[in-house]
């Protein structure tokens, strides 16, 4: 017997291996098995077993087999198969972005004693495993090749399977551990009050303590509307004391736990906070599951704020009740926080979450779960699409038009959306897709009739949308003494005062971090560059610092001109910590947070900085495109979008896509509950078509606007793009391969190849680059061919000694 086996890394094809006879019985598809390669280890999945022998070599023998059951069903290996071809990498670097790194051991995992194990769990190892475990709880930490070496027999796989999973030692992970867990105390009711008659009952039988019993009453209350109670907001709420709180907890009525932020509570299924949704909401979903009944994907185009999640929780509790299980997508980790908290609310412990910010035994444990059909409802970020699904029924894709679904650095540069139609068909299930501002490629799809259209034209509540003003920055004043306009303007300034008076909460967008992203010498116009890429420094004020936003790297803030000598530097344009700075210059008495990549990047300090803002322990809160995407806030009632014209200015086919979509979505913070929000944006260049569709949350009409640009250029959705980066440090070299690749292409079909030519940015960490993009009709044959004569040329560049050390990246549908 025979198999070709797929193995976490980048290689042109499979490899096959020999099944020795004492295998063969374990022997299936989608199990691991440990193989050698170059002398070195791996783990590796069957994807196919046959008795031909191959033709022309002896293949080598299977190490060990390491699964009982396959650890893959095969509607993954077929999802893994399809984004290896549609996106031009391998098998291999699809399951290296897919299996949670206990899955996949190679001679270079490391593995670490976990100190917290107990010695009863020692005790049902058999020698082998003994033996490691001893040598472990020692040294602290083995290479895989030091257990090989200890055990003198190269079949260690399946000790080390059975050590993890004992959890005597988990995978280092080089990433992960960085950053320090935050914790909270968390209040819960004595497990002995968690039924509703011995709950009356001590409030029946109550005797002294008044401020006790009010203690537990805000407790209940904070628990029925949020969920989930910690220390800090109850103490807030009731006004109590904590020697007064520690009463109760020594009375065993209530408990406090110190619990990670991120991590869920063990809630119990039965939590549910019904609502029922709105007569909109309601004939929307009736349309959905109609829609649903014809074609497998459907698009719901409903306003900001009409609710969309709300009708999402509706589909999936109806998954729920069928028994199946649903995949709810989100575009960004940072999102999922403060959906969890909602979706909690309705399905307590019937959902988990799932994420790359996980450590490996946390997302082992959800794989197992989702495998074994325990965990019914999962929300995820793009990489929850490879988990091991069952028996799946719906997948949401909300946000669909964000650009995160779309995978940059390192492939597979897979689009989750379309990846997530696909793997559906697999399970006949059925997809939604949610946005206030869908992609032009969902839309097409749904004009051709392709995918169901479902609108949801109103805001829950019927809350008007917000108000949109234009302020003209030519129109704004120069500060005093200089020739800079102030980068708040006059109407900005009053619209924020009304807002606190009004005790209301304020947004201020802006797409670029730092302070000042161009430090320029005020007498010869030299800009300082980072010396490893071709961009301009970016000056942080907090630390004192240039920085290269490109490599991260940072240099100490120059004083003197290289070019001619000057000590007068002025910075140029203004990122969110010149903002928040001028914030606190301008108001008084108000409690200002900022939040981008800076100042957000432990695992938790998002989701803490959402909730403060939830709980408006801050007024205004300053950001980038982090304070846009789909988040909810009661009491937003203005939002400002400082500068436009650095959104509208871009040089990309799809700048007036992105620009309405990121306006519209800004915008779609304001007002979402009660009065009608206020939108205040500052641009010069007043007169953008972009803007008066924004002014008018006009949808319909953008698209039609931009659509025929489209055609007209023929961009997608006309036409399909591929791009191919080359990356080497000398720029000749690169720049040759990509020419050979470009002839070659050339040589065997017609096609509209533009390139090679410098990107903009032409050198990154001391990497030249090169790129050329192709232009392919929406003809899949066409495309299928052009895909296989990539790849063709490839491995002819790689095989060619001068070209070896190139990186080629190609990038199939960029976004
Ligand atoms: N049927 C309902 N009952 C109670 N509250 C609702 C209902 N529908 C919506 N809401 C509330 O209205 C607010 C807006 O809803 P939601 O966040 O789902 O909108 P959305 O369409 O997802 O918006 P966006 O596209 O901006 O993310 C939420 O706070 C939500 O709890
Ligand atoms: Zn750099």
Redesign the pocket.
Known sequence: MFAEIIIPLYLPRNYTWSVPEEFTDEMQVGVRVEVALRNKKYTGIVKRLFHEPPEGFQPKPILSVIDKEPLVYGHQLSLWNWIAQYYLCTEGEVMQAALPANFKLSSESVLIWNDEINEEELQDLDDEEFIVAEALSIKKELRLSEVQQLLDSVHVYPVIKKLIENKVCFIWEELKQKYKEKKETYITLHPQYNNDEALEQLLNDWQGAPRQMELLLAYLHLRSTEGEVIQSALLKKSGATTPQLKALINKKILVAEKRAVGRLPDLHADIRLG????VA?QAAMEAIKNSFEEKNVCLLH?????????IYIKLLEEQLNLGKQALYMLPEIALTAQIIR?LQKHFGGNIAIYHSKFNANERVEIWNKIKSGEVKILLGARSALFLPFKDLGLIIV??EHDASYKQQEPAPRYHARDAAVYYAAQFGARVLL???TPSLETYLNCQNNKYGLVE?NE???KVEMPEIQLVDLKTVPALPGSNERHILSPQLIQAVDRSMEDHKQVILFQNRRGYSPYFICNTCGWIPHCTDCDVTLTYHKGKNKLTCHYCGKDYPVIQTCVACGSHDFKQKNFGTEKIEETVVETFSNVQIARMDYDSVKGKHDHDALIRRFEQKRIDILVGTQMVVK???F?HVNLVGILDADGILNFTDFRVNERAFQLME?VS??AG??GDKGLVIIQVSKTNHPVLDFVRRHDYKDFYKFEIENRRLYEYPPFTRLIQVVFKHKEKHIAEEAANILVNGIRQQGKFRIIGPAEPVIARIRNQYLYEILIKLPKDNRQINYCKTLIAQQIIILQTNKRYRSVVILPNVDPV
């Open positions: 609502f029922e949704l709105s909401q409903g306003v900001t704020s009409s609710g969309k999640t709300q909602r909300d946000e949610g946005s206030a949801l805001r829950y509540g789909g988040l909810d009661e979505q779609g913070r979402r509950r």
